[in-house]
């Protein structure tokens, strides 16, 4: 009947991957053998958990206690002993067996979400803050440096990104949002994004020509640009882009100023979106 035990502790394990702060943001990662050596892992941590509370309880509890006359009974091994004895299994010792397979078994699946709440407050222990997702997300997506940056750009709202496409689109604006990462998918999926101008790269010269502004626009406009279909992408800087085509376009002297009532509108919509 021990064997029986790898169920749920598989189980589990993929649930504790499944719950956690830190594992549930890489659980796209796992995938195959990995998922599966993955969710072992954890069903063994919550495993040695379970049997440690169990062994304690088992040693330190007494089986009963006097309440006055009363003689209450508080060995759970035993009263589910005698419920199967009533269901029709007679043999005493495989029926203590099967009550101990099921108070482990529940014990694993409160394992997992002791481990959370463990994870939880050493994130809060580490950081200052329970709402620690964004850190989180961070730590993860120092790996890849398009999701880092994209990440970076999309805490800030005074940095903007611009976004070179396959179909030699060209936009450039603030990012809103990304896709989450899920079991199957990691960051990669979409992106949203507020754009202030618009063009396209000169097939020949590949020098950059916007076409259209979008900050006289009556409404705010948002463009959702699969990451697939992104070129390549670089933090957009408005002085540098004066400086470089002075000619080609009519801001004023301080493109801070030249975007200020932008970013205003901008910081408003993001706190309404969040």
């Keep these: 009947m021990l064997l029986l035990l790898i169920f749920p502790i598989l189980a589990a394990g993929f649930l504790a991957c499944h719950i956690h702060p830190v594992h549930s943001y890489k659980l796209h990662r796992y995938e195959g053998q990995y998922l599966y050596l993955k969710s072992a892992e954890m069903g063994l941590r919550c495993f040695a958990l379970a049997f440690f509370v169990c062994l304690c309880v088992y040693l330190f509890v007494p089986s009963s206690f006097k309440l006055g006359c009363f003689d209450i009974p508080t060995s759970i091994p035993r009263l589910l002993a005698d419920t199967f004895h009533s269901a029709g299994i007679s043999n005493d010792k495989e029926a203590l067996k099967l009550s101990w397979f099921l108070i482990i078994s529940i014990a694993i699946f409160v394992a997992a979400y002791v481990i959370k709440l463990w994870a939880l407050i050493s994130l809060r222990r580490r950081y200052g803050n329970w709402n620690t997702k964004i850190y989180v997300i961070g730590s993860i997506l120092e790996d890849s440096p398009l999701d880092s940056l994209l990440f970076n750009l999309s805490l800030h709202k005074d940095k903007y990104g611009m976004f070179s496409m396959t179909n030699n689109k060209v936009y450039v604006g603030k990012v809103i949002n990304l896709g989450e990462p899920t079991e199957t998918d990691g ?82 919509k993001l706190y309404t979106l969040r």
């Excluded at 990451?227 to 493109?255: C, G, H, M, T």
Aim: net charge positive; glycine share 4%.
């Design 187 to 268: 960051m990669n999926q979409g992106i949203s994004i507020m754009p202030l101008l618009s063009g396209y790269r000169d097939k020949d010269t590949l020098k950059v020509k916007f076409t259209t502004d979008y900050k006289d626009g009556d409404s705010d406009i948002y463009l959702t640009l699969r990451q697939d279909a992104i070129l390549s992408v670089s933090e957009f800087s408005f002085d540098a882009y004066l400086k470089w085509n002075p000619q080609k376009r009519s801001f004023p002297k301080s493109a801070v100023e030249y975007f200020q009532n932008f970013s205003i509108r901008l910081t408003k």
